[in-house]
């Protein structure tokens, strides 16, 4: 069975990689270096380019990860297994942050109707669609406080940057004119426009 690459889970993971290995992955030498690393420590073998695909250096599109590269992959990060590795994640011990100058998407930027995909630690997924003038609704969400339909604003949504959601309003009426924050500890760890 194969994973989303895009699972915020996903993102934890590399970073871990990344200080375990010792720097970013940005050169396909990188992932040559790291590849050999991942051979010598858990006796496992995976490629170069496999390695590329999940840090989506790769160009083609490839959105699954199999399990047996998450596998080795969290066996090298120090844990048994990709199930192991997420169990913590949950418990909170293998969670660390940083912060980067990464992206950032502005809802003055966006038309409505425009959807976007939001992840967090430990496993928060969520679409959202633009109705105008800084206010969304949520289409679908995964593992989260929020709910279908409920309504906030937001100015922008960044990369390892909490989501600041104001003017809350749950779908069923119960919560109105509170602040939502998404990702608290780590920020958003996936942003994308779908």
Same mark, same amino acid.
């Given at each position: 069975m194969a994973v989303e690459s895009s699972l915020p889970q996903i993102a934890s993971l590399r970073k871990k990689i990344e200080d375990i290995f010792g720097k970013s992955l940005i050169t396909h030498n990188d992932f040559v270096n790291l590849a050999y690393k991942i051979r010598e420590t858990t006796r496992k073998q995976i490629s170069e380019t496999t390695l590329e695909r999940v840090w989506n250096y790769s160009t083609r599109g490839y959105d699954k990860i199999s399990n047996y590269t998450l596998n080795v992959l969290s066996e090298y990060a120090g844990y048994f297994d990709w199930q192991n590795f997420c169990e913590e994640l949950k418990k909170g011990s293998a969670s660390d942050s940083d912060m980067f100058d990464d992206p950032v998407l502005f809802s003055k930027d966006l038309k409505p109707g425009n959807r976007i995909k939001l992840g967090?630690?430990?496993?928060?997924? %969520? #679409?959202?669609?633009? $109705? +105008?003038?800084?206010?969304?609704?949520?289409?679908? %969400?995964?593992?989260?406080?929020?709910?279908?339909?409920? #309504?906030?604003? %937001?100015?922008?949504? +960044? #990369?390892?940057?909490?989501?600041?959601?104001?003017?809350?309003?749950?779908?069923?009426?119960?919560?109105? +004119?509170?602040?939502?924050?998404? +990702? #608290?500890?780590?920020?958003?760890?996936? $942003?994308? $426009?779908?």
């Open positions: 967090w630690m430990p496993d928060r997924v %969520c #679409i959202i669609k633009y $109705l +105008g003038n800084n206010r969304f609704i949520a289409e679908e %969400c995964h593992n989260t406080t929020m709910k279908e339909r409920d #309504i906030f604003s %937001c100015l922008e949504f +960044g #990369i390892n940057r909490p989501a600041v959601m104001t003017d809350f309003q749950s779908e069923d009426g119960k919560v109105k +004119g509170k602040t939502y924050i998404a +990702g #608290i500890k780590e920020g958003i760890t996936l $942003l994308k $426009l779908l």
